[in-house]
């Protein structure tokens, strides 16, 4: 059984295997952009991390129309794939500018988290989505919170509305403006399920359907 709270209503016409992707990565992605940082028309975004949840940040700072959208990862197939889905520019974590006003850390390390408030702007905020080891600490220039008005804010799961979120993301996708369909890296039969987290854990896909019942 599962709890009715964890049971929302989508149509009849919106296919299972797109309905699949807007679960957990998607939908904080999307709740760390639209209730954590309230991105706005016109803002410089930063995602550093272009996993699941990482490139969930980069549509939905698109589809909020931020002005910029910058992807930073170190392995380029993702920085490709983070373009075609609205990044508006891509690169590697030792070649990002700063000055953004909002910078999204979506790895779960201290040292990336460090690094995201240092690319944070004057008055931005910098936003943590991964999760961190809980011994992690990190070490920053206080006078820059107080001087330069920076903020640092924690998004648990974007901290979403799941009842209300994804029936906007739908409407969302219906428009065009979140092209889920680009995360699916392979549909697999549930019996593979340790080849698909280990091809997870390699960084070789991005989100994977699993199908019970299904041989292979």
């Not at 961190?132 to 990190?138: Q, S």
């Amino acid at each position: 059984m599962v709890d009715r709270n964890s049971v929302v209503v989508i149509d009849e016409n919106v296919p299972l295997d797109t309905a699949a992707l807007f679960g957990c990565a998607m939908l904080t992605g999307f709740g760390a952009v639209t209730h954590t940082a309230s991105v706005r028309p016109g803002d410089s975004v930063a995602v550093l991390g272009l996993g699941g949840v990482g490139l969930a940040v980069v549509m939905s700072a698109a589809a909020a129309g931020a002005g910029e959208v910058l992807a930073i990862d170190p392995v380029p197939a993702k920085r490709e794939l983070a373009l075609e889905l609205g990044a508006t520019s891509a690169c590697a974590p030792d070649e990002a500018p700063g000055g953004h006003d909002w910078v999204f850390e979506v790895v779960g390390s201290a040292a990336v988290l460090e690094q995201a408030y240092a690319l944070t702007g004057r008055g931005g905020g910098t936003v943590s989505v991964g999760l961190p080891h809980p011994d992690a600490r990190i070490s920053l220039p206080a006078l820059n919170i107080v001087a330069e008005g920076r903020s640092i804010l924690g998004s648990y799961m974007g901290s979403a509305q799941p009842q209300q979120d994804i029936p906007a993301m739908l409407a969302l996708w219906r428009a065009g403006r979140l092209p889920v369909e680009k995360l699916k890296s392979d549909d697999l039969p549930l019996s593979d399920i340790n080849i698909a987290l280990d091809a997870l854990a390699e960084g070789q896909a991005v989100r994977q359907i699993l199908r019970p019942g299904v041989s292979a």
